[in-house]
């Protein structure tokens, strides 16, 4: 929270204009964290996971300060090139794409792919003959709070496979990737996944395959509720563990980093809409908020992101609650098996400020389910 989105807040409701719950995000706190990411491994490029918040000025912001982007789709590809970045800065990093979208990206000037199978290796070589691709190896995402599963990437021996086919279809065979999940709170998760790397690395160099780079992905944390380690000690555990399995033939690295960029630069206000029990005698309150999962906060699907709300009345006696959002489906619960603690004293038609909700809220949000709005967003 910043005094320069609060000032933002209150002009807005001065002026009549606060109708809906609205992200506002400060462009100050990305140009820190974008510092941050550069200072803490200063030999790494920023690839920016463009998904995590596209909004212009976020991407034009970074573009101005050199960042990369690491982008999913041919609209994100557009959204980058729009924000000024020249194509050789954009990864494709979406291991699953149409082959007519693969060659719609090599027509905008990018080349550079992800990849997981031989199939999708296939589908580049036709249709963006000669570039370079990185093969993305599975990665269990144990600690993180958003664990990325077992949707993308191969297990390692497979991934050598891969990167062998790439090359001998005229590809540039250029590294490898993993992500070791979102919201990762702890700095050496990475050890693991480059040990693979750099047992990849020597296989395929006794084959005659030398690749030169390592994606080390996103997972950087936002801080909640709870306390996250500084960027500064993922730089340094990143870098111990580079040095650990490859020695002094360090490869060139690049993170994408999402929530870690952008997360802490956005504060959501909603309203308290009801407060309510279900019996006399129940123990907790529901309060519903005019926003919920389907507006803005996918992300406390199985309670998994816990946001720091703030109230006017903090500091008040408080009592729990079972937390929801507004429309008629019954998902839209956000806090229920670990109810969330507010003052007693909130009443109906309170605003509530939930912090750390720069990252994957506005474009999780439904263009309209129940008649609510998308989520607006304002950057400042
Ligand atoms: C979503 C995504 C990221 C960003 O992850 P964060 O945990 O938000 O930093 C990075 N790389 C890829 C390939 C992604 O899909």
């Known amino acids: 929270m910043t005094d320069r989105i609060i000032e933002f807040l209150r002009d807005r409701r001065q002026n009549g204009l606060d109708d809906g719950p609205c992200m506002v995000l400060d462009l100050d706190v990305v140009r820190d964290n974008y510092t941050s990411f550069a200072r803490a491994l200063p030999d790494t490029r920023v690839f920016y996971a463009v998904k995590a918040n596209p909004a212009p000025e976020v991407l034009s912001l970074l573009a101005q300060l050199g960042s990369c982007f690491?982008?999913?789709?041919?609209?994100?590809?557009?959204?980058?090139?729009?924000?000024?970045?020249?194509?050789?800065?954009?990864?494709?990093?979406n291991t699953i794409k149409k082959e007519r979208d693969i060659a719609r990206a090599y027509e905008l000037g990018v080349r550079l792919f992800a990849v997981d199978s031989e199939a999708e290796?296939?589908?580049?070589?036709?249709?963006?003959?000669?570039?370079?691709?990185?093969?993305?190896i599975l990665c269990a995402g144990e600690g993180a709070e958003w664990p990325l599963s077992r949707k993308f990437g191969c297990v390692p021996e497979m991934a050598a496979r891969v990167l062998e086919h790439a090359h001998r279809l005229g590809l540039v065979a250029y590294?490898?990737?993993?992500?070791?999940?979102?919201?990762?709170?702890?700095?050496?998760?990475?050890?693991?996944?480059?040990?693979?790397?750099?047992?990849?690395?020597?296989?395929?160099?006794?084959?005659?395959?030398?690749?030169?780079?390592?994606?080390?992905?996103?997972?950087?944390?936002?801080?909640?509720?709870?306390?996250?380690?500084?960027?500064?000690?993922?730089?340094?555990?990143?870098?111990?563990?580079?040095?650990?399995?490859?020695?002094n033939r360090i490869p060139e690295t690049i993170i994408e980093p999402g929530r870690g960029m952008v997360g802490n630069a956005g504060l959501i206000e909603a309203e308290v809409v009801l407060i309510s029990k279900k019996a006399d005698d129940d123990k907790v309150n529901w309060v519903y908020l005019d926003i919920?999962?389907?507006?803005?906060?996918?992300?406390?699907?199985?309670?998994?992101?816990?946001?720091?709300?703030?109230?006017?009345?903090?500091?008040?006696?408080?009592?729990?609650?079972?937390?929801?959002?507004?429309?008629?489906?019954?998902?839209?619960?956000?806090?229920?098996?670990?109810?969330?603690?507010?003052?007693?004293?909130?009443?109906?038609?309170?605003?509530?400020l939930i912090e750390g909700t720069g990252a994957y809220t506005t474009t999780y949000s439904a263009v309209g389910f129940n008649g609510f709005p998308p989520l607006k967003s304002y950057v400042i």
């Open 70 to 93: 690491d982008t999913a789709s041919v609209v994100e590809i557009q959204q980058a090139l729009a924000a000024g970045a020249s194509p050789d800065r954009l990864s494709y990093g």
């Open 121 to 136: 290796v296939e589908k580049i070589a036709r249709a963006a003959p000669g570039s370079r691709v990185f093969c993305r």
């Open 175 to 247: 590294g490898l990737s993993f992500h070791v999940g979102s919201q990762q709170r702890n700095p050496r998760m990475w050890d693991g996944a480059l040990k693979s790397s750099a047992t990849i690395f020597r296989d395929l160099a006794e084959r005659g395959i030398h690749l030169q780079m390592v994606n080390l992905g996103g997972g950087f944390p936002t801080k909640y509720l709870k306390d996250v380690p500084a960027v500064k000690a993922y730089g340094q555990a990143i870098f111990r563990s580079l040095r650990k399995h490859f020695g």
């Open 292 to 352: 919920g999962k389907f507006n803005g906060l996918a992300e406390t699907m199985d309670e998994m992101i816990r946001y720091p709300i703030r109230t006017e009345f903090d500091g008040d006696e408080t009592t729990p609650c079972v937390l929801a959002g507004p429309t008629c489906d019954s998902v839209d619960v956000l806090y229920e098996k670990d109810p969330y603690f507010l003052p007693v004293s909130l009443e109906i038609g309170s605003k509530v």
